[in-house]
């Protein structure tokens, strides 16, 4: 019976560190999937390279008649490289409306590049996918 009991909580316990990121808030849950980048020190496994996840936050979002301008700065980045500007073409009032009180609150985002370099941005009830990157002019 105690070796039935020591393997209910072994269990209990196991299960809840799996699911623990999944039912956190969403600040944790960023700063989880940013960390499980790195490779796994037990088993040398790691997540496909091809896909980059980054923290950021939200700094300026200019929108003129369905065009976006969009400034992420990257926490924890050297800061040199944490400034970000991205543009989109087409983008509905209901999105910069979810921008603008992200960059009002300092809400953390996902900041997220895909296997064909697509970038998209994911917050706690939404995302805005498909961002262009704004290319440094050299001056």
């Known amino acids: 019976m105690n070796y039935f ?7 209990f316990v196991f299960v809840g560190c799996i699911a623990a990121p ?12 940013v960390a499980a980048q790195v490779a796994d020190p037990v088993f040398g496994m ?10 950021v936050h ?4 200019d929108a003129e008649r369905g065009h976006l301008d969009l ?28 921008l603008d009180g992200w960059s009002a609150t300092h809400e953390p985002l996902l900041l997220v590049v895909d296997e064909h370099g697509d970038t998209h941005l994911f ?15 050299a001056t």
Do not use: K
Not at 46 to 55: F, G, I, K, Y
Not at 123 to 137: D, K
């Open 71 to 98: 400034v992420v700065e990257e926490s924890g980045a050297a800061p040199a490289c944490r400034r970000r500007v991205f543009t989109r073409d087409s983008c509905a009032p209901a999105d910069v409306a979810q």
């Open 5 to 11: 009991l020591l393997g209910c909580a072994l269990g």
């Open 46 to 55: 790691s997540p496909p390279r091809d896909v980059t996840l980054r923290e």
């Open 22 to 33: 999944f039912v956190a808030p969403w600040p944790m849950r960023v700063r989880f999937l």
């Open 123 to 137: 917050g706690p009830r939404g995302a805005i996918t498909y961002l262009n990157r704004v290319q440094e002019r």
């Open 58 to 61: 939200v700094t300026q979002v």
